[in-house]
C-alpha cells in the first residue's frame, strides 16, 4: 500500500478529544473541519526538546518528518506523553519533485491530503500579506510617492515552483519573486514570540531606499495594521493528530537551504508547555536546518535541544559514495561531528529501508560505534509504534542528560564577513571564501547598521559545499557569496552562495504528472 492508502485505513480521532489528551479544552478549539484545529499559544515550556536532523538528502527527502512522526507515536506507545512539532508543507515540493511532507507509511500526520494542500490556509494568508505589502509600495508611488522611494528592496512571492517569476519586468522596474517559504513574511511569522512581536517585526521590514538615500520601513507606509489583520488568525498553531492518534502540532513552513528551515517559535513553545517531550525537525541536512536551528531559532529564543537525532538512511549513503557505502559513510561522519560540537547528547537513527541489506546495515552500525556514537535501526515507517521500547526508552533516556554544550558559530559582535567566513570555515570546513562582483565591499558597508544580525547561508541542500555535485565528505573546497538579502524584519541577514535561487522550478517529472481526482478523492500526493 502506498502512503495515502495506509492513512486512508486510519481511523481518526475527533480534533477535540485529541485536543484532550494535552489539556486543551474544545471551547479553547478553532476547528477547521473534523481533525484540524487552531489552539491557543502557551508560552510555559518545561519539556525537553528533542531535534531531528540528517545527512544531506537525495532530492527525494531521506524521512526526517517520518522518524520525528514516528518517535512522537513510540513514546507515547511507551508511556511518555510527547508531541511532535514540525513545519507545514509548501505546493512548491507537494507538485514538484519531493511530494507532500506529512511523513510515511504508519508514521504520518493526518488528514495527509488537507495538510499537504491548502491546511488551514496559513501559507495563503502568508503569501497575501506579502503581496499586499508589494501593492501598498506600489500604490504608494503611483499615488505621488511621498516618500521619494528610489529603490525597492520587497519583493513579491507566490508558493508554488515557477521559474518564470523570478525576473518579471512591471513596467517601471524588475520584480523578483521568491516562493513563500523563503519570503521574509515566513520568516518573520516563525521566529515572532507573540502577536506583539510580530506588529513589531513587520513594522521594521525593509521595503527600499529613497531618494536622499534613507532606508524606509513598512511603519512609514502605515501598512502594518492591514498585513496583521490578514495573519492575526493564521499566526494560532494548527492541532492535527498521527495515525496512531497523538497530538501534532503544526504552523509556518520556511525552507531550509534558502530560510532558517524550522516551525515557528510560538508552535515549539506551545508544545513543550503542553507536554514532556517534544520532537521537531529542521529542512535539509544539519549543515541547512540544524545549524540554523541552533543558531537563529534557539539563538534569538532562549531554546536549546537537549538532543539531537541525526536521521540517515543507506539509500542516501550510497548516494554520496557514488553507490559505495563505506565510501558515503564520511558524509554522516560530518554531520556527527558537526552535532557533537553543539551538544554532548547525539544520536543516530538509520531509517530502514525494505530494501536494506543485513551486511549495509551492520556496516552503518559498526560505523557509528567506532564514531562512539549511539545508533538505533527504525522500522517505524513499515510497522508503526510497534516494538519500539528501546527506542523510546533510549530517547527519553538521552534526553534526560545533562547537555553542557553552547556551541557559537560566532560572536554577536563579529563583523558581517568574519561571520560568514567563520560558517564557511567552521561549519562547512570550506577552505576559502571568495565574494562575487565586490560582494565583499557592500557587505563591510552594511556591517554599521546590521553588525550584531544574525547570518542565515542559502546554497545547496545536496552538498556540504554550496556545489550540488560535490558530494560526500569533501575537503579543501571554494565557496563563493553569490548575493546577499536583508531581511530586517526577521532579524537576520541571507547569504546567498552558488547557484542558489528563491523562486525554484519544475522538474520534467514533478509530481504534479500523479495528481488527480478520482470519486471525489486527491490521489498521487507522496
Known amino acids: 500500500m502506498n502512503d495515502y492508502e495506509i492513512s486512508k485505513q486510519a481511523k481518526l480521532k475527533m480534533i477535540k478529544d485529541v485536543a484532550k489528551k ?9 476547528p477547521y473541519g473534523k481533525y484540524m484545529a487552531k489552539i491557543p499559544i502557551f508560552d510555559k515550556p518545561y ?9 544531506n538528502p537525495t532530492p527525494y527527502g531521506e524521512g ?4 520525528a512522526v514516528g518517535l512522537n507515536d513510540a513514546l507515547n506507545k511507551n508511556g511518555y506523553k510527547a508531541i511532535v512539532a514540525l513545519r507545514e508543507p509548501s505546493l512548491g515540493p507537494v507538485f514538484g519533485t519531493k511530494g507532500g511532507a506529512a511523513g510515511g507509511g504508519k508514521s504520518q500526520v493526518a488528514p495527509m491530503n488537507d495538510i499537504n494542500l491548502h491546511f488551514t490556509g496559513d501559507f495563503h494568508a502568508i503569501t497575501s500579506a506579502n503581496n499586499l505589502i508589494s501593492a501598498i509600495i506600489d500604490n504608494h508611488i503611483y499615488q505621488g510617492n ?23 519586468d512591471l513596467g517601471t522596474r524588475m520584480e523578483h519573486f521568491t516562493i513563500t517559504a523563503a519570503s521574509e513574511i515566513m520568516a518573520i511569522f516563525t521566529l515572532a514570540k507573540d502577536i506583539d512581536d510580530l506588529r513589531i517585526k513587520l513594522d521594521n521590514i525593509l521595503i527600499g531606499k529613497s531618494k536622499k538615500g ?34 501534532a502540532i503544526i504552523h509556518g513552513g520556511p525552507f531550509a537551504n534558502i530560510a532558517h528551515g524550522c516551525n515557528s517559535v510560538v508552535a515549539t513553545k506551545t508544545a513543550l508547555s503542553l507536554a514532556d517531550y517534544v520532537i521537531t525537525e529542521a529542512g535539509f541536512g544539519s549543515d541547512m536546518g ?21 536521521n540517515a538512511t543507506i539509500r542516501s549513503l550510497k548516494y554520496h559514495g557514488n553507490g559505495n557505502l563505506e565510501k558515503g559513510l564520511e558524509n554522516l561522519k560530518f554531520h556527527i561531528l558537526n552535532m557533537q560540537k553543539f551538544n554532548d547528547n547525539v544520536l543516530v537513527i538509520l531509517n530502514k529501508f525494505e530494501n536494506d541489506t543485513k551486511v549495509e546495515i551492520k556496516t552503518f552500525e559498526d560505523y557509528c560505534i567506532s564514531l562512539n556514537v549511539k545508533v538505533l535501526i527504525s522500522n517505524m515507517y513499515k510497522n508503526g509504534s510497534k516494538r519500539t521500547k528501546e527506542i523510546a526508552n533510549t530517547v527519553v533516556e538521552y534526553a534526560n542528560k545533562k547537555n553542557t554544550k553552547h556551541y557559537e558559530i560566532y560572536k554577536e559582535t563579529d563583523d558581517i564577513l568574519t561571520k560568514v567566513e567563520k560558517f564557511a570555515h567552521d561549519i562547512y570546513g570550506a577552505s576559502k571564501v571568495v565574494y562575487k562582483d565586490n560582494l565583499d565591499q557592500e557587505l563591510k558597508i552594511l556591517d554599521k547598521k546590521y553588525q550584531r544580525y544574525k547570518i542565515c547561508i542559502s546554497k545547496t541542500p545536496a552538498s556540504i559545499t554550496d556545489n550540488k555535485d560535490i558530494l560526500g565528505y569533501p575537503k579543501d573546497f571554494t565557496m563563493t557569496v553569490t548575493g546577499y538579502k536583508i531581511n530586517n524584519g526577521a532579524g537576520f541577514i541571507t547569504i ?15 509530481n504534479y504528472l500523479n495528481i488527480d481526482i478520482k470519486d471525489d478523492e486527491i490521489l498521487g500526493i507522496f
Open 22 to 30: 494535552i489539556n486543551i479544552k474544545s471551547d479553547d478549539l478553532i
Open 47 to 55: 519539556g525537553k526538546l528533542i531535534l531531528v536532523t540528517s545527512t
Open 64 to 67: 526526517k518528518t517520518t522518524l
Open 146 to 168: 511621498k516618500l521619494e522611494i528610489e529603490d525597492v528592496y520587497f519583493e513579491r512571492c507566490l508558493d508554488v515552483n515557477d521559474r518564470a517569476l523570478r525576473n518579471v
Open 214 to 247: 534613507e532606508y524606509i520601513y513598512l511603519k512609514d507606509l502605515h501598512g502594518t495594521g492591514a498585513v496583521l489583520a490578514l495573519l492575526k488568525d493564521a499566526f494560532k498553531p494548527n492541532l492535527v493528530q498521527t495515525l496512531e492518534n497523538n497530538p
Open 290 to 310: 540544524a545549524v540554523k536551528f541552533l543558531d537563529i531559532k534557539c539563538g534569538l529564543n532562549n531554546l536549546y535541544p537537549d538532543l539531537i537525532i541525526i
Open 496 to 510: 546567498l552562495m552558488g547557484g542558489v535561487v528563491r523562486m525554484p522550478g519544475l522538474s520534467k517529472n514533478a
